[in-house]
């Protein structure tokens, strides 16, 4: 059965990857970013639905769509309303990076990934809330990520708005259950994307360290988004997508002694490293 999907996000990395998925289906996609450019094909790993305003099953639909704005909110909701009459899905999938040892982020960078990694998530859930409500139905996708449940040292500012997608996300499973809205948080590792091309922040150490997980990574966007489907088809209220964060995760509940060790270690080595 085809579905009605808004995708933010949606033309790089993990976002063109689901857009991908989705029609791939046969589902009806508006994809939205900061830009309406449609990605390369090495981003999504498999062939591109072309980009058309055609409502057929299967096709793609882009729209800027900056996530900070209530306005573009306000403006998707009237387009998916009066092109769609309704959405089946919604999936808030743009993020930043960002982060650092706490006394080296400023308060704009903490107030930036907020704004966007968090708010914008809330934002998406609270324009389209009245309408699963009418529907009686839908389902939203938050994309978390494993910093969300899992949070090293020298992240502060990224592990807590990933960690407040994830409480956000509980809370509205709970809260909309009633209406038959359903809500699943993803929590992936690191896979090759191009997150890091958004990081902010003056802790160099930091900067590096995570690119180089990035981009060693042998997990891609592609994989990450199968799994999403996957699991929004199964129902999961949250999706571990990778092995790495399922292994992670399980360790931390298991044998929190040993995580808290471990993460004394990173932060220990993060000292030496940078002398400071």
């Keep these: ?19 991908e998925r989705f029609a791939a289906r046969g589902d009806r996609v508006l994809s939205c970013d900061l830009t309406d450019a449609v990605p390369e094909l090495s981003e999504v790993g498999s062939a591109w639905a072309p980009s058309t305003s055609d409502n057929s099953a299967g096709q793609v639909v882009r729209r800027v769509l900056d996530v900070r704005s209530d306005d573009d909110w306000a403006d998707a909701r009237s387009w998916v309303e009066q092109e769609w009459g309704g959405l089946d899905v919604l999936v808030n999938n743009a993020g930043v990076a960002g982060g650092g040892r706490i ?11 907020l704004e966007i ?9 609270r324009t389209f809330t009245p309408v699963f409500k009418a ?7 938050n994309t ?3 910093a969300g449940l899992v949070h090293p040292p020298g992240m502060g500012s990224y592990n807590a708005s990933k960690a407040a997608v994830v409480a956000f996300s509980e809370t509205v499973s709970h ?22 091309s958004s990081m902010r922040g003056d802790d160099t150490d930091l900067a590096a360290s995570m ?14 988004a199968d799994a999403v489907l996957e699991g929004v088809e199964r129902g999961d209220s949250l999706v571990l997508p990778d092995q790495p964060a399922r292994d992670a995760h399980a360790w931390k509940l298991a044998d929190r002694a040993g995580y808290d060790q471990f993460m004394a270690g990173t932060a ?8 400071g």
Excluded: K
């Excluded at 209406?179 to 929590?187: K, L, P, Q």
């Excluded at 220990?268 to 002398?275: F, H, L």
């Design 1 to 19: 059965m085809s579905r009605r999907v808004l995708v933010t996000g949606g033309a790089s990395g993990l976002g063109a990857a689901l857009v």
């Design 103 to 113: 006394e080296l982020t400023s308060m704009a960078d903490w107030q930036w990934i």
């Design 117 to 125: 990694n968090l708010l914008g998530v809330v934002r998406g859930v």
């Design 135 to 141: 529907q009686d139905s839908g389902w939203i996708v």
């Design 144 to 146: 978390a990520s494993l």
């Design 175 to 196: 809260e909309l259950a009633p209406y038959g809205v359903g809500c699943t948080a993803v929590c992936p590792s690191y896979f090759r994307t191009n997150l890091m």
């Design 211 to 224: 690119s180089t997980l990035v981009t060693d990574s042998p997990i891609s966007a592609g994989e990450i």
């Design 268 to 275: 220990a080595r993060m000292r030496e490293r940078t002398g």
